[in-house]
């Protein structure tokens, strides 16, 4: 007896096809939610931040810009002035001397430090040290000194009269040396941001070169490559972005310097002029001078020159083919 043969299997129907059609519709919708929540959960963690940031950082600047349009007077109110007293900065000898002096501090502070902090980096990431992880954490505790510490300490190391660097400096033959006098008051301060920042700038490079694959390094050896050559030519390209990274931030702290000259100012006046750095001047104008005014457009010019420079070094990292 002859079977017949099975009619062809047809493809799955319409309430089939809708059915899954709703589930995917179901699944997606699902998770939309969950990415949605998730992306709120996000928010919650940034929300810290962003209020601090915005109260301390977005709101005071726009106070400072607003102040800087007016002119207060001892007759007459408060008056708006509108570019008068950016006319009155952008013509100020002393703000711009603080500029000057603080340009070239930073110029020879910058390149001085991370050539230190990247060469005992290196040393660490090496492992040519005992207690490597002992010595680092006493080279970073300066950064963890604050730094009115930090500026009274060294003003009392310095002393001229009972400070144990001036007996050494009398010692070597160097008499009467002051370090606090108008000659070596830049010098003095160069030698306390440098023990102040050191440490954390060869941390910053440590962790930097740690992240270096290590396959790299040993074809560099294998191949023969001397140490100073991996150093230079294998190490310190992978580090562009942190070393970047870095003058960066210490040139926006050199034109922000205001802590050290002021307390030093404090104990060595006739060293440390009311123009010293632009921030003295913007201080000294503000509180000392009560022009509020005055000192909310120095304050806002002074910003512009930082955001500048912060571009110009982007920029420049950009066209060098770092990215940003």
């Not at 230079?232 to 992978?238: C, F, G, H, Q, W």
């Not at 503000?286 to 457009?297: I, K, M, T």
């Amino acid at each position: 007896m002859t079977e017949l043969a099975a009619p062809p299997t047809a493809g799955p129907g319409p309430s089939a096809l809708s059915s899954r059609k709703g589930h995917g519709e179901t699944t997606r919708r699902s998770r939309s939610g969950w990415s949605q929540r998730r992306d709120r959960r996000g928010l919650w963690f940034v929300l810290p931040f962003t209020t601090a940031f915005v109260l301390f950082m977005v709101v005071p600047l726009f106070y400072a810009i607003d102040e800087s349009l007016y002119t207060s007077k001892l007759i007459g109110g408060t008056q708006f002035s509108g570019f008068a007293n950016y006319r009155a900065v952008f013509s100020s000898g002393q703000f711009w001397s603080g500029v000057v002096h603080v340009a070239i501090f930073g110029a020879v502070q910058i390149p001085l430090m991370l050539a230190v902090a990247f060469f005992f980096a290196v040393i660490f990431d090496l492992g040519v040290v005992k207690l490597a992880g002992l010595w680092r954490t006493i080279m970073f505790i300066p950064f963890a000194v604050p730094a009115v510490v930090a500026a009274v300490m060294w003003q009392f190391l310095l002393e001229p009269t009972f400070g144990p660097f001036v007996h050494l400096a009398n010692s070597l033959g160097f008499s009467s040396t002051n370090f606090f006098s108008p000659n070596l008051i830049w010098p003095t301060i160069f030698v306390i941001v440098i023990w102040e920042w050191t440490g954390y700038t060869m941390i910053i490079f440590y962790t930097a070169l740690k992240a270096v694959p290590r396959d790299v390094v040993e074809a560099a050896v294998i191949d023969g490559t001397p140490l100073r050559k991996i150093i230079t030519r294998v190490k310190l390209p992978m580090v562009r972005s942190a070393a970047v990274m870095l003058v960066l931030l210490n040139t926006i702290g050199a034109l922000q310097m205001f802590v050290e000259p002021q307390i030093l100012a404090e104990f060595q006046p006739q060293a440390i002029s009311s123009y010293f750095t632009p921030t003295i001047y913007i201080y000294n104008t503000g509180v000392a001078g009560q022009q509020y005014n005055l000192a909310a457009a120095a304050a806002v010019v002074l910003a512009l020159v930082i955001v500048a420079i912060s571009i110009g070094l982007m920029v420049f990292r950009v066209r060098k083919g770092g990215g940003l």
